[in-house]
C-alpha cells in the first residue's frame, strides 16, 4: 500500500511509505532555531550549528484503505532515535516504535526515487495470501487509481495548459532492527515526505536539517564509546577477489557496496592481486594514518593476518595500531574471527554473515583486541610474527591442513578427514611449557602492553614470516625509507610502489558513484592518488645524531617480549609448568570460534589477556575423540570435571618442543615450518570494529 496524500485544514499534507512511514511537519512544530535555519536556506555554518540535543517533531497522515480513515503519525527525532506514534483519527487505537539511533544506518534526501528503492517504497505490512480478499484489494486500488485520474483530468480543465509538479522532498531513512528470540536483523526502510511549501527548494532544506541532524546524533553516538573512529578519514578496504570460491568481488558489489552506500561511509577498495599483497601495501603506505580510519579486510582470516603483520612492520606500528580500527566481512572460507566479534557484541551471523559484518563495520566503534607474539625455530632460523586467532599442533592442524587436496567438495572435506585421522590416530612426542593466568599477572600483562603502546619510542619491525622469508629478497615493494624522508615524502603517490596497479586503473572509485566496474573486470586499484608535493631539504644531521637516532630505534624492537627468548630455559621460579609425553593435540585459542562453526572457546574475551591452551594427551579414546569433535559447533566439546586426557588452561604464553621432525603447525589457519614455537599475548594491542566500543 503506498501512501497518498491527504489534505488538512491548518496542517501539512503528509504521506507514509515503505516498512515506514513519512512525516512532514510545519515549521512552527520545529524549534525556532531550527526555523530560522530552514528560512536562510541551511548554510554549511547552520548545519554545523545544529544543537545535538535538539528535538525535530512532524506530523503525518496516511491513508487507510483498509479502514476507510486516515491515520495520523507523529515523528520525533532526537538523541535516542526516531519515534513514531500512531494513532487513529476516533484515538481509538495507539501505537509507538522507536527506531535507535544505533539501528539506523544512514539517510538520504532529495526527490522521489523513479526506481524501487532497496526495502521497497511499499507499505510493510504482511503479504496477503487469501486468493479472495487480494482481489478485492486490486479491484479497491483499481477504483482508487481511476478515481485520481479522474481528479487529474478535472484539474486540468481548470488550468488549461498547466502541469501540476511534485515539489516535495524525500527523506530515506535506512535502518536495521534489532531483533530478539532469534538474533536477528530486519531491514527497514522509512520515507518522509517534505511538501509545506509550494516551492521545491524550501522543502529540500526541511529533508537536509533532518538527514543532517540524523547524522549528527549517529556521530556523537559512535563517540560516546570508549573508541571511536575519525568520521573525517576513510576507510580502507582490501577485498580478496579469490575469496568465496572466486566471488568476492560480485559479493562486495552486490552485499557491502549497496550498505556502504546508504551509510554514507567514505573509502577506497584496493583489490589484491597476488599472496602478501595486503602485508606490503599496509607496511608499505606512507599516508596510511593520515588517509585512513580503518582498515576493513573483505575475504578470510587469512588476508587479515596479512593486515596485521603488515602493520607491525611498519615503523610507526605503535600510532597505527592505537589510530587505525581493523574489521572484517567474511568473504571467505575461514570466517573464525568475523564469528567471534560477532559474538562478542551479541550480533547475529547467520544468515547473512556479510550483511551482518558489515553493519559492525559501519558503527563507528571499535573494541580493543589481543593479539599474540609468536617465535619459531627452524634450521638456525629465528621467526617473529603476530596472530589473531590461533596456533594449532596436532589433530585438529592436521585436518584443516590435510583435508585441502579434498577442497573441491567444500566444507565436507573436514568431515571426512577428521573420520579418517580418528581411524589412524596420531600422537606427537614432545614438551609442553606454559605461564598459568592469573589475576595478578593478567592485570600486570595489561599494563605494561598499555604502557608498551603510549610510551614507547617508534620503531622499525624487523619480522620476517616463514613463508615470506625465501621470497623477501626479490619484493616487488621497496622499503619504506627512514623516518625523516618518512615526514618529508608523506604526501607523495605511491606510484612507484604499486606501479602496476595504478598503469591499469587511474580512477578513483567513489562509493556514491553511478556506475560500478563488472565482477570479472580486471581492474584492481580504486583509490585516489595524490598529486607530487614539493620536497624540502633535510634536516642537517650530524652523522653520529643519525646513528645515535638509529640505535635507539633498534634498540626497542616491536612489541618488547616479555618472557625468556625461544633458546633460553624457561625458569620455574617465575611460575612456568612443563610436561613432556605424547600428545594427540595442543591448541591454543585467543577468541572465541576457529571457524563461523566451532565455538572452540566460550570462555574467551576479545580483551581479557589470555591465551585457552587446550590439551589432549595420549590415551584417550576414540569415542571421547569423536565426541569432542562432534560437540564443537556448540561450545559443549569442553570438560566439565577434571579429566586426565582432555585439559583446557587458561595461560599468558607457551612453548611447544617437539621431539620429532615431521608434524604440522599451524598459526591462524595457515600453516607454517614445523619446529620449537613459543608465544605470548599482550593485551588490547590492537582495535577491532564492534558495535558496542567496550
Not at 472 to 500: C, M, W, Y
Not at 581 to 587: A, I, K, L
Request: glycine fraction near 6%.
Amino acid at each position: 500500500m503506498t501512501a497518498n496524500p491527504v489534505q488538512r485544514p491548518d496542517r501539512q499534507q503528509s504521506e507514509t511509505a515503505t516498512a515506514t512511514e513519512s512525516v512532514t511537519g510545519s515549521e512552527s512544530e520545529l524549534e525556532p532555531a531550527l526555523q530560522q535555519q530552514l528560512k536562510s536556506g541551511l548554510t554549511t555554518e547552520c548545519r554545523e550549528a545544529i544543537d545535538p540535543q535538539s528535538e525535530l517533531i512532524g506530523i503525518f497522515y496516511v491513508e487507510n484503505r483498509r479502514r476507510k480513515h486516515n491515520i495520523k503519525i507523529v515523528v520525533k527525532l532526537c538523541p535516542d532515535g526516531i519515534y513514531l506514534r500512531r494513532e487513529t483519527a476516533e484515538n481509538d487505537h495507539i501505537n509507538e516504535q522507536l527506531i535507535r539511533i544505533d539501528d539506523i544506518i544512514g539517510s538520504s534526501f532529495g526527490k522521489r526515487l523513479k526506481k524501487r528503492a532497496r526495502g521497497g517504497l511499499n507499505s510493510c505490512k504482511s503479504a496477503n495470501h487469501d486468493p479472495q480478499e487480494a482481489a478485492d484489494e486490486e479491484e479497491e486500488q483499481q477504483r482508487e487509481q481511476q478515481k485520481q485520474q479522474q481528479q487529474q483530468k478535472s484539474t486540468k480543465r481548470r488550468q488549461p495548459g498547466h502541469t501540476q509538479a511534485d515539489n516535495s522532498a524525500y527523506l530515506y531513512i535506512y535502518a536495521y532492527l534489532k531483533k530478539e528470540k532469534p538474533l536477528r536483523r530486519v531491514q527497514t526502510l522509512r520515507i518522509l515526505r517534505f511538501r509545506t511549501s509550494d516551492h521545491y527548494a524550501e522543502n529540500l532544506n526541511t529533508a537536509r536539517l533532518w538527514h543532517h541532524t540524523i547524522r549528527e546524533h549517529k556521530q556523537r553516538a559512535a563517540a560516546s564509546g570508549e573508541l571511536a573512529r575519525d568520521p573525517g578519514k576513510k576507510l580502507l578496504i582490501l577485498l580478496n577477489p579469490k575469496s568465496g570460491s572466486g566471488k568476492g568481488r560480485e559479493q562486495f558489489q552486490k552485499q557491502v557496496a549497496p550498505l556502504l552506500r546508504e551509510a554514507e561511509a567514505q573509502y577506497d577498495l584496493q583489490i589484491t592481486t597476488h599472496p602478501h599483497y595486503a602485508q606490503e601495501y599496509v607496511r608499505s603506505r606512507k599516508d596510511l594514518l593520515e588517509r585512513y580510519a580503518g582498515i576493513v579486510v573483505a575475504s578470510g582470516d587469512g588476508l587479515f593476518y596479512e593486515v596485521l603483520n603488515g602493520l607491525m612492520e611498519r615503523m610507526d606500528w605503535r600510532r597505527a595500531c592505537r589510530e587505525l580500527s581493523l574489521g572484517i566481512i567474511p568473504c571467505g572460507s575461514g570466517n573464525g574471527l568475523a564469528k567471534s566479534i560477532a559474538h562478542h557484541c551479541n550480533e547475529p551471523y547467520e544468515p547473512k554473515p556479510i550483511l551482518h559484518a558489515t553493519l559492525i563495520c559501519v558503527a563507528g566503534r571499535a573494541t580493543p583486541m589481543d593479539v599474540v607474539r609468536v617465535e619459531l625455530n627452524h634450521r638456525d632460523k629465528h621467526f617473529v610474527m603476530y596472530s589473531f586467532l590461533s596456533i594449532g599442533w596436532g589433530l585438529i592442524a592436521d585436518i584443516d591442513i590435510e583435508s585441502e587436496r579434498l577442497r573441491s567438495i567444500g566444507a565436507q572435506r573436514f568431515t571426512l578427514w577428521a573420520i579418517r585421522r580418528l581411524i589412524t590416530l596420531r600422537c606427537y612426542p614432545g614438551k609442553l611449557f606454559y605461564l598459568p593466568a592469573t589475576a595478578k599477572h593478567t592485570e600486570r600483562a595489561a599494563e605494561a602492553a598499555d604502557i608498551a603502546v603510549e610510551s614507547a619510542p617508534e620503531s622499525p619491525v624487523e619480522t620476517v614470516a616463514p613463508h615470506q622469508a625465501a621470497t623477501q629478497t626479490f619484493s616487488e615493494f621497496k622499503d619504506l625509507p627512514d623516518e625523516s624522508d618518512v615526514q618529508l615524502r608523506g604526501h607523495e603517490s605511491d606510484s612507484d610502489q604499486f606501479a602496476d596497479a595504478l598503469s591499469m586503473d587511474r580512477s578513483v572509485y567513489r562509493q556514491n558513484g553511478d556506475s560500478w566496474h563488472s565482477a570479472v573486470s580486471r581492474r584492481t586499484a580504486y583509490y585516489s592518488v595524490s598529486g607530487h608535493s614539493t620536497r624540502s631539504n633535510r634536516s642537517r644531521l650530524s652523522v653520529a645524531q643519525r646513528i645515535e637516532a638509529a640505535n635507539a630505534e633498534f634498540s626497542q624492537l616491536v612489541p618488547a617480549s616479555t618472557i625468556p627468548g625461544l633458546q633460553l630455559p624457561l625458569p620455574a621460579a617465575d611460575g612456568w609448568l612443563s610436561e613432556a609425553g605424547e600428545f594427540v593435540m595442543v591448541h591454543a585459542a585467543y577468541t572465541t570460534h576457529l571457524a563461523s562453526d566451532c565455538f572452540f572457546a566460550p570462555d574467551s574475551r576479545l580483551n581479557d589477556g589470555l591465551i585457552y591452551l587446550v590439551i589432549i594427551r595420549a590415551g584417550v579414546g576414540r569415542s571421547q575423540l569423536l565426541n569432542f569433535l562432534l560437540s564443537m559447533h556448540n561450545g559443549t566439546h569442553l570438560p566439565v570435571e577434571e579429566d586426565p586426557h582432555i585439559q583446557v588452561l587458561p595461560v599468558r604464553a607457551f612453548r611447544i618442543e617437539p621431539s620429532g621432525s615431521t608434524g604440522i603447525l599451524t598459526i591462524d589457519g595457515e600453516r607454517v615450518d614445523y619446529g620449537p614455537i613459543q608465544a605470548e599475548v599482550f593485551p588490547g594491542l590492537i582495535n577491532v570494529m564492534t558495535t558496542t566500543g567496550q
